[in-house]
């Protein structure tokens, strides 16, 4: 069954100035699959995400993508081009450009100095971008300063930004942190209509949220695997309660920090 | 397809309008006044080159007094060897130096010297790009590295006299290509150069701007490492980038000793390389239009101050930079948008150009 694993993370370990963040991990991901990332504060949930994305590198361990790709040795856009998408808590637009051109610019293509110079926007480039305003549901504001958007507007032109990348893995921090509840709906929405095609890690805090997913849980706790499975497993897991859900409330206290 | 909508009907006559009083300027101007209008474009060149770096990437390069140098030098030496008729110039003869120097020899050609006032400025600037912004050098940093270049530049400049001319620079110069360099009708084709120079270099820094190249370098100064989880290597764009500023700066640099007929390391150590970046600030960073007029009107401003007052002219220079900054943050060409946003101003105000550098 390896070789239906489109990522692979075997025995990772990230190591802080002497304090492991993360504490021989595996993670094993599945071509097409959900997979909700859950765990108290300082679990290294967003570790983990870094350590995939190419933002931080393991002290230890490999990260495979494909079976055959270690990851571990490449560059942040080079893993960026092998098709990794990462989207970050905090929504990280480009604030003084326009929707339409942030859009632009994050769209698959040639990304070589020279390709850019003399890059001409095709008609089936037009569409795609339209057809992914539409997704996101920005077409009024595609000629504004990103900037000016709202918080959640910000956040799903950060999905749109993605999602024309083209990327087969998508790194979800936290998609729905500071949203409203209509605002979680529709990123909601738009997170099943994602999942159907590609690969989708999330990170996630708000329990209610990924109750709305029948699919897979992996708690981490302490920078270690602590129990992989269906939400509801995974809930009535002791050792689950214990860690985590008993600290329910210090988690939520600080819900925005993770 | 771009549409011809009014206000871009608006723009074009403006640059028309423009182009016709460059060109018809010297049928108005004295020749001396000429001179001085042309000296005034050769800065706006550099200009021009430190606004796609610093208004479009946000990398303040402190610096650009050296690549510009680089480049009047070169023409200088070209000049020199011209009016020694190949000897040794002067100065070397006061240092001792009987032979004329290898590397000065290929200078005897007009256009090898006009390939090195653009290629040195450039290679230096690729160098010095590559072992910062791969190794993620930015911000202050950057700037204080640029900053150490042009003190070594400058020492380097000064202590090596026989080579170079030291404090004194190169000057003594007599003819361009068997044209006296003096004459008026040689300023008045030199102005005309100057022009065509800097209208070329504009509709250049158009077309980078305008292009997706262009929009991913205004993405790496709104948010650098966002750009790279996208998939692009904004070491390779930085460098790209400074190097053609750098070029841009070398051929001003050309000009201008075509103009004033010197160039000593006083004119692009530390005090004009940091008034390079005034004239951008001033104008208005993150529009070509401003910063070229920003470095005409603040060498303009200095001239007729420093002619009408010439004890008290720098309390003026200073009073004008505390005005700009104060009443136009933006800079004079951010004075249009300004007082659009006076008379709308229920329209939401977007979040302005952030800018890491500063």
Known sequence: MKESAILLCDDVTVEFDGFKAVQGMNLKLEKGELRFLIGPNGAGKTTMLDVICGKVRPSMGRVTFHGKVDITKKKEHQIAELGIGRKFQAPSIFPSMTVIENLEIAMRQKRSVFATLFAKMAEEERSRIDGQLAMIGLQQKAEWRAGGLSHGEKQWLEIGMMLLQEPEILLLDEPVAGMTDKETDKTGELLHQIARKRSVVVVEHDMEFVRNFASKVTVMHEGRLLKEGSMDEVQRDDRVAEVYLGKRRDADVSRSTA | MQKFTPQRIWILIGYAATAAALFSAPLFVSDFRLNLLAKFLAFAIVALGLDLIWGYTGILSLGHGIFFGLGAYAMAMYLKLEASGGK???????????????????????????????????????????????????????????????????????????????????????????????????????????????????????????????????????????????????????????????????????????????????????????????????????????????????????????????????????????????????????????????????????????????
């Not at chain 2, 050609?109 to 090195?116: E, N, P, R, T, Y």
Request: proline share 5%; with cysteine; glycine share 12%.
């Open chain 2, 88 to 358: 040794p110039p002067d100065f070397m003869g006061w240092s001792g130096l009987k032979e004329l120097p290898l590397f000065w020899q290929p200078f005897q050609s007009f256009w090898f010297a006009v390939a090195m006032g653009i290629a040195i400025p450039a290679l230096l600037a690729l160098i010095l790009g590559y072992v910062t912004f791969r190794n993620r050098i930015r911000g202050v940093y950057f700037t204080i590295l640029t900053q150490a270049l042009v003190i070594i530049t400058t020492t380097l400049l000064i202590g090596q006299q026989a080579f170079t001319g030291g404090t004194n620079g190169l000057t003594g110069y007599s003819t361009v290509l068997g044209f006296s360099i003096g004459s008026p009708e040689t300023k008045r084709v030199l102005y005309y150069i100057t022009v065509v120079a800097l209208i070329g270099i504009f509709v250049f820094c158009r077309y980078i701007i305008g292009s997706r190249f262009g929009k991913v370098l205004r993405a790496i100064r709104d948010g650098e490492n966002r750009v790279r989880f996208i998939g692009y290597n904004p070491a390779i764009y930085q460098m790209v980038v400074f190097t053609i500023s750098a070029a841009i700066a070398g051929i001003a640099g050309m000009l201008f000793v075509l103009h004033v007929g010197i160039i000593s390391p006083s004119m692009l150590g530390i005090v004009p390389s940091i008034e390079m970046v005034l004239w951008v600030a001033i104008g208005g960073r993150g529009t070509l239009v401003g910063a070229a007029l920003g470095a005409i009107l603040m060498n303009w401003a200095k001239s007729e101050f420093s002619t009408a007052y010439p004890q008290g002219w720098l309390f003026f220079m200073g009073l004008l930079f505390v005005v700009v900054v104060v009443f136009m943050p933006k800079g004079v060409a951010g004075l249009v948008s300004q007082i659009k946003f006076r008379k709308k101003r229920r329209e939401p105000k977007h979040e302005g150009v952030r800018n890491p550098a500063v």
